[in-house]
Structures are given as C-alpha cells and as structure tokens.
C-alpha cells in the first residue's frame, strides 16, 4: 500500500496517547523532592552516625551532687533569761524632747554681686559743702562740652564737683543735640541746642544760642566762657577782675598768630567779657563767620569794638602737676582719661583750700 503523503488522524491520536503514558512512567519514577524539614533531619541523622562510628562507646550523662542543707536555721537558741525588777528600783527615763522645726522661709530670688568698680582718684561728697559769695559781682560762667564723648562726660562730673558751690556764679553746660520741632531744652543746668556736634561751626554755634538764651539784661557783670577740660580757681579770678575797667576782653591766654601780629585773641579755655563787651558781641552777630574756630570767630568781632581793653590774666598752666600759683589748669594730653584723674586732683585740692575738706 502506497503512502500518499497524508497522515491518518486515528494514528495521530494514538501516538500522543502513547507519548502521555511514558511522560507518566518518568514522573513516577523520579523521587519525590524533600522538604526542608525532612533534608534538617537527615542531616542530623548522618551527624550522629558519623560520631558514633568515632566513638563506640556511649558518654554517660554527667550526674550533679544534690547540696546538702543547712541545718542552723533549724538549731533552737536558748533565750537569755531577764530579770525582773521591783517597781522601787525603777529608773526614770527623761522624756524625748520633740525638736519644733523652724516655719520655712519665703525664697527669695538671689542675684549676683556686683564687682565695685573704683576709680583710681576717690572724689569726695560735695552735697554739704556751704556755698560761698565771692563779690558782689554776678558772673556767668558757660562750658561747652559734647555729652556723646565718653571723657567729657566723665569731665562734667568731676566740675560739677565744684563750680555750684558760688552763690554769685551761674554755671552752664552747653551741648548739641539733634531735638524734633524744638530749637532747645534746658535741664537743670544743661543748655541742648538742637544740631549735630562738630567743630566747626557746632562749637560756635551752640555758644552763641545758649548766651542768646542766657543773657536777656544786663544781669550779670561779668561772661566766662570756658571747656570742659579746663578748671578755672574763681578765688583768684575774682581778685583779677576787682581791679579791671569796663568793656574788657580778657582771658588766661591770649594768643598772638605768627601771621598777623596786629591781631590777637582769648582762647577758647577762657574768654572773658563784661557786661558791655558782651553786649556788643550780641548786637554784632550778623558780621559772625561761623566757618573758622569759635574763638578766632568772637576775637574778630572785638577786633570793630575800638573801646575794647584786652587784657592777659597770669596762671596759665596745661597738665601741670604743682597746684600753687595757677588759676586757670588746662588739662589736654593723648589719654583724656589721665585728664580726668588730673582734674579730680585739682578739684580736691581747691576743695581742700578753700573749704578745708
């Protein structure tokens, strides 16, 4: 029979049938996989049939010793036998004292003591000082100081040591400050002019407002203006000034230029004018040039005033250390806090001298 190159379907399906059952004959043949548990327990097996074989013989146990007891708790001690006393040969026992415990106290916040901080000069009290009338003469006597200097304001305190204790002197501070809507404030002898401090003009310009303030009348006789590094002894001032005439322009210093020897003025430590000289400087305050020094800018002025005397005042001294024979103590060195120490000094000297403190 000829083979046409087709398959019969019958014999396709038996051959899968038979292909199945030998796919089922492997599968039966092949072992079952072991879990983990059983692959542990085998491992475990082969283990101790390896060690036995190393070792024959069985290891017995190892067997503990059972402690034995303690028996002292069990021994019954003998009490010591007391004996009893009659009620005569009792001893009395002082009672116990309860101690009273003290109420607790309020806490109070404590807070840590300061470290005093001592200046190197000690300045004395100068609240009961008597103030004293020099002369019959009333006198005004403006410092100008910058109160945003930390020196000058150390400065302050030390003059204000001793320049309130004259009935017939008024004394003044004047400063700068920058004030809002207002030209001025006066604090108890403290004059503020509103601007900003400087040299040029600020020093002048805080002179002129506050005498402009000051100065209404011919109330006082005689104008000082000085700095504030500058002690003036008024005891002596006053006997210079006895003897003058009117319409002065005075000073501890007067200072001739290198320049110009036809002029001269007083030094801003010390710039004396009476009453009429005074009045003059105030009525000419529009010929005022307010860009040079304040003191050159006021010697100008007396320069028109042709009935002016000027007059040099002896004393004179700058960061001297000898006291007698001065009446004006300038005090200008490179460390201004030496200058404060220096004044200090002089104030407890003429405090000493004159109102025996």
């Known amino acids: 029979m000829m083979w046409n190159g087709k398959r019969n379907p019958s014999n396709i399906d038996t051959d899968k049938d038979k292909i199945d059952q030998s796919k089922q004959r492997l599968v039966l043949q092949l072992p079952k996989p072991k879990s983990p548990k059983q692959k542990r327990k085998k491992a475990a097996n082969d283990i101790s049939i390896i060690l036995s074989d190393q070792t024959n013989e069985i290891q017995p146990k190892p067997q503990f010793k059972r402690a034995q007891p303690n028996l002292y708790h069990r021994q019954v001690l003998s009490k010591p036998q007391h004996k009893v006393l009659p009620k005569s040969q009792h001893i009395a026992l002082?009672?116990?004292?309860?101690?009273?415990?003290?109420?607790?106290?309020?806490?109070?916040?404590?807070?840590?003591?300061?470290?005093?901080?001592?200046?190197k000069t000690q300045p004395k009290q100068t609240s009961t000082i008597p103030k004293k009338t020099l002369s019959k003469h009333k006198i005004l006597y403006l410092i100008i100081y910058n109160e945003n200097t930390p020196y000058e304001v150390e400065m302050?305190?030390?003059?204000?040591?001793y320049v309130y204790n004259f009935n017939n002197i008024d004394t003044y501070f004047t400063s700068l400050k920058q004030l809002k809507k207002i030209d001025y404030i006066i604090d108890g002898r403290t004059i503020y002019i509103n601007g900003k401090e400087s040299f040029i003009p600020g020093v002048l310009h805080k002179t002129i407002e506050a005498l402009k303030l000051i100065v209404k009348d011919d109330t006082?006789?005689?104008?000082?203006?000085?700095?504030?590094?500058?002690?003036?002894?008024?005891?002596?001032?006053?006997?210079?000034?006895?003897g003058v005439k009117n319409n002065i322009y005075a000073s501890g210093y007067m200072i001739v230029p290198k320049k110009n020897n036809n002029f001269k003025y007083a030094s801003g430590t010390s710039i004396i004018l009476d009453k009429h000289s005074l009045r003059f400087l105030l009525d000419h305050l529009k010929k005022m040039n307010y860009g040079v020094i304040d003191d050159i800018a006021i010697g100008r002025i007396m320069t028109i005033n042709k009935g002016v005397s000027y007059i040099?005042?002896?004393?004179?001294?700058?960061?001297?250390?000898?006291?007698?024979?001065?009446?004006?103590?300038?005090n200008k060195s490179k460390n201004r806090m030496d200058d404060v120490v220096r004044?200090?000094?002089?104030?407890?000297?003429?405090?000493a001298k004159y109102w025996d403190l």
């Open 94 to 119: 002082p009672k116990p004292q309860t101690k009273t415990q003290p109420k607790p106290q309020p806490r109070v916040a404590q807070t840590k003591p300061q470290p005093k901080t001592q200046p």
């Open 156 to 161: 302050k305190k030390a003059l204000e040591r």
């Open 220 to 242: 006082y006789d005689f104008m000082i203006r000085g700095n504030i590094s500058t002690v003036i002894d008024f005891h002596k001032v006053i006997e210079l000034l006895s």
């Open 312 to 330: 040099g005042f002896p004393g004179f001294k700058i960061n001297t250390k000898a006291f007698e024979d001065v009446t004006f103590f300038r």
């Open 343 to 351: 004044m200090n000094k002089i104030i407890d000297y003429l405090l």
